[in-house]
């Protein structure tokens, strides 16, 4: 067994498995998450020894983050793992956690790279699907919407009324670095971070600017970027392995989770 710390997380690793260790966002306690090959298709988290399938017909809440139950259990803070095993080509996972939501961290899904990447589960991905037809989800002023492509890509537009903020735009494609969007932070606003008493740690929103510096100008746009491809995968297919361009203005955990269901009923009819 290896055992090494990082960024203020723990790691081991094992012949079958490799574990991680840190501050649970919500319980304020260690939170272990361990993962695992798995011999039934997709990713499944375990809590409590209760399985909860990464399936768009489990998600039980879409406020701030995407949550998933099974009626007995529940699991939070899945769009920034399903989002690193997308971009890694990564299926076929058991994923263990002793808490009701997984390791946060910095905001970002860059620890979740190097837990995959060290564990050898990274993959080349080589199917793709074809998308059918155009669809488009709106609610109110924001929409998401996904066309056909010849590879896989997303482009958001932010429009939010902050000095740090306001309008930006970004795109990422397969064929791009997959590290621009896993390192990507999320953010608040200084009295959501207080709640959780993570204000210092976290991309902070003050009156006219963040408390830390941005790894780019658009880093928040490639995290709406991240969420986008972690919430399609619980389409139960990798997005990256379909054809298509998705489109977010505005949009949220929400409408990708309307999106995603929307494209898993695409393919199971197909």
Excluded at 97 to 116: P, T
Aim: proline share 3%.
């Amino acid at each position: 067994m290896v055992e090494f710390g990082m960024n203020n997380l723990h790691y081991k690793i094992n012949k079958q498995s490799i574990q991680i260790s840190g501050l649970g966002l919500f319980s304020k306690e260690p939170v272990v998450v361990s993962i695992e090959p798995n011999s039934t298709k997709g990713i499944t988290f375990v809590v409590n020894k209760e399985s909860i399938a990464s399936s768009i017909d489990l998600v039980s809440h879409t406020g701030r983050n995407t949550v998933l139950g099974n009626g007995k259990e529940s699991i939070c803070l899945v769009e920034h793992f399903l989002a690193a095993c997308s971009l890694m080509g990564v299926d076929n996972v058991l994923v263990k956690s002793n808490k009701n939501e997984l390791i946060f961290n910095d905001g970002s899904a860059i620890h979740w790279k190097e837990v995959l990447a060290k564990g050898g589960f990274q993959k080349a991905i080589t199917q793709k699907h074809d998308l059918k037809e155009p669809i488009m989800i709106k609610d109110g002023d924001k929409a998401i919407a996904i066309v056909p492509a010849s590879k896989f890509k997303v482009s958001y537009f932010m429009d939010f009324e902050h000095p740090a903020l306001g309008k930006l735009y970004a795109s990422w494609g397969s064929e791009e670095d997959i590290a621009r969007v896993l390192r990507a932070r999320t953010f608040g606003t200084k009295i959501e971070n207080d709640f959780f008493g993570v204000s210092g740690r976290l991309l902070t929103l003050l009156d006219d600017r963040f408390n830390m510096e941005l790894y780019e100008p658009n880093e928040p746009v490639y995290h709406k970027i991240l969420d986008i491809i972690g919430d399609l995968r619980l389409s139960g297919i990798n997005p990256l392995e379909i054809n298509m361009h998705v489109f977010g203005y505005k949009s949220g955990h929400t409408l990708n989770a309307k999106l995603a269901r929307k494209l898993k009923e695409m393919f199971s009819a197909s």
